[in-house]
Structures are given as structure tokens and as C-alpha cells.
Nanobody, 122 residues
Framework: VQLVESGGGVVQAGGSLRLSCAAS????????VGWFRQTAGKGREWVAD????????RYADSVKGRFTISRDNAKNTVYLQMNSLKPEDTGVYYC????????????????WGQGTQVTVSS
């Protein structure tokens, strides 16, 4: 499966962005999907993930209550709605998908997109 992120950009603190992760392949609806980000001075970190049925979602403490992950399997797309953005949310955001388990930075069989830049100005 190939993943393409979009929706990044420059926004002021307190603003919102919606990222999209569009996938090729007819079996994407059976993949669990996660969002990760790489910020300045830090390694890549997990942000949120969603099961293939969307029955389960999880969030990092740093984004809980501000970000919402969702999916539209008919469109082969997973979204990350980001509200109340902070300067520390600045970074490159990646989506990842795995057909067998929730994707992590370590597990095998995970597919990655190329990333989309999010910049939050203070």
C-alpha cells in the first residue's frame, strides 16, 4: 500500500489544520493506521492511532483533547483533525499503516508516507 499525506501548512497558535492520509490499494480498510511526528530536536514520536474498524482510537497525552483521528474507508483515507495548535506541535507529520497490528516505529510490515510539514507560529 502507498500512503500520501496532505493538509499541512502554516497556522497561528490556536488555529486548526486537518491532515489527510490517502492510501492506494483495495485492502486499506483492513489496516490499522497511526499518525507520528518528528519535531525539531526530537526523534519521531507517536501521536495517535485508529483500528481498522475505527472502534478504537488512542492519543498521546500531549495531543489528547485537541486532536481527533478518524477514517473513511470508502475513501481509503484517514484524517487527523488538529485543533488548538501550539508551537510545539510544529514538525513533519507521517501516517503509517499495518495490516496486522497497530503500527509502531518498530514493528515489521508497517508502511509509511512521505510526511507533511506543519508549522505553528506563536
Amino acid at each position: 500500500v502507498q500512503l500520501v499525506e496532505s493538509g499541512g501548512g502554516v497556522v497561528q497558535a490556536g488555529g486548526s489544520l486537518r491532515l489527510s492520509c490517502a492510501a492506494s490499494g483495495r485492502t486499506f480498510s483492513t489496516y490499522a493506521v497511526g499518525w507520528f511526528r518528528q519535531t525539531a530536536g526530537k526523534g519521531r514520536e507517536w501521536v495517535a492511532d485508529i483500528s481498522w474498524t475505527a472502534s478504537s482510537t488512542r492519543y498521546a497525552d500531549s495531543v489528547k483533547g485537541r486532536f481527533t483521528i478518524s477514517r473513511d474507508n470508502a475513501k481509503n483515507t484517514v484524517y487527523l483533525q488538529m485543533n488548538s495548535l501550539k508551537p510545539e506541535d510544529t514538525g513533519v507529520y507521517y501516517c503509517a499503516a499495518n495490516p496486522r497490528t497497530i503500527p509502531t516505529m518498530q514493528n515489521e510490515g508497517t508502511f509509511w508516507g512521505q510526511g507533511t510539514q506543519v508549522t505553528v507560529s506563536s
